[in-house]
């Protein structure tokens, strides 16, 4: 599976790990997972993050759902930033968003704020 | 039904026509319309107590003057205002506040959409009715619908070969020309394909669903369902 992501300006990348494992940073990289796994990117260093493709995937706004190190979620970090994502890519996405769209999401947004699922 | 779409359409809507192999629009345990309301389920198609004029609804919205600003569909009835006006708001998503089932159309120039949209109306309320239109190669990427009414009705009026109305782990909707479905659309994500060389339009529409001859239509339906 491809993953694709790209920094924000300004970003500071000290390493990229792919479920904990140190990876060449280089935008573009090539991995194997098992099937209906959970995985993890994580862009250490100050950072923030433009794009993450997954699979041939853009994963839209799910950029800034990632963790980060000041215990809230977003797509940016001053020590990292951390993304979780299940394989295969297109049934854990549509779900993703599927809930993100949800009614009682949508309450939660309106009427009290962010509510990281 | 698993599809495979060529390279043209985003790798998501390939992914899950190809893929996702769930067919399983409404559960089988449904004993009254509230259980089948509450259960999730994906569509189901309508037995309604009237015919549906397709030809002439067909005629009639291709006479309509389709402005396609953003692309894909016009208002045709639902904002208390007239129909230049709506054209001219586009999609209208933003503006579309003021709902009314008022009837503002010169209905002589379009009786069959008015007998459609009075037929419904008698039994439920129309808080807004649309045509849509999709392109040759058109689609719109997975979502879920505004939660304001979960549940809407389509009548497709032209579905050439090649049309495609895919629900996440509920199947494809066999939207034939004059079938009315029931879609719960505001629960599951679902994506449109027209991957024809025509265009596809259908009629879209919300009502206050809560109707007791309403009711006896779903439970009707229900119990001679086709797509078990």
């Known amino acids: ?117 | 039904m698993t599809i495979q779409l060529s390279d043209k359409y985003p790798k998501l809507i390939r992914d899950l026509f190809l893929y996702d192999t769930v067919d399983n629009p409404t559960p089988d345990n449904c004993s009254n319309y509230e259980s089948l309301v509450c259960s999730n389920f994906g569509f189901l198609q309508l037995r309604l107590p009237f015919e549906i004029q397709i030809e002439q609804l067909l005629k009639e919205a291709q006479s309509l003057n389709w402005k396609d600003k953003s692309g894909n569909y016009v208002w045709l009835y639902g904002q208390n205002k007239p129909l230049e006006e709506k054209l001219a708001d586009g999609m209208g998503f933003d503006v579309d506040t003021e709902y009314t089932s008022s009837f503002k159309l010169d209905v002589e120039s379009i009786p069959a959409f008015h007998k459609f949209y009075q037929d419904i109306n008698e039994m439920c309320p129309i808080t807004d009715i649309t045509l849509k239109k999709v392109k040759p190669g058109g689609y719109f990427e997975p979502h879920v619908d505004s939660f304001g009414n979960p549940i809407k009705m389509y009548v497709a009026l032209s579905w050439p070969k090649g049309n495609y109305f895919k629900m996440y782990n509920k199947g494809f909707i066999p939207l034939d020309p004059g079938k009315a479905f029931w879609v719960n659309v505001g629960t599951h994500s679902h994506c449109v394909v027209n991957d024809s060389k025509e265009e596809r339009i259908i009629i879209s529409l919300y009502a206050d669903w809560d109707t007791i001859s309403w009711r006896k239509i779903v439970e009707l339906s229900y119990l001679q369902r086709a797509c078990k």
Not at chain 1, 21 to 27: A, I, L, M, N, R
Not at chain 1, 29 to 53: C, E, H, M, R
Not at chain 1, 68 to 74: F, H, L, Q
Not at chain 1, 81 to 99: G, L, R, S
Request: proline fraction near 4%.
């Open chain 1, 1 to 117: 599976m491809e993953i694709q992501y790209t920094y924000g300006k300004g970003s500071a990348p000290t390493q990229v790990l792919l479920n904990g494992q140190p990876v060449q940073d280089t935008g573009i990289l090539q991995a194997t997972f098992p099937f209906y796994s959970w995985n993890t990117i994580t862009f250490q260093g100050k950072v923030s993050i433009d794009s993450l493709v997954l699979d041939g995937i853009d994963t839209e706004y799910f950029v800034h759902h990632g963790f980060t190190e000041n215990k809230s979620r977003g797509n940016a970090g001053q020590e990292y930033v951390k993304y979780y994502f299940k394989t295969p890519i297109w049934q854990w996405f549509i779900e993703w968003k599927q809930n993100d769209n949800s009614t009682i999401r949508q309450i939660s947004k309106t009427h009290q704020g962010f509510i990281p699922l």
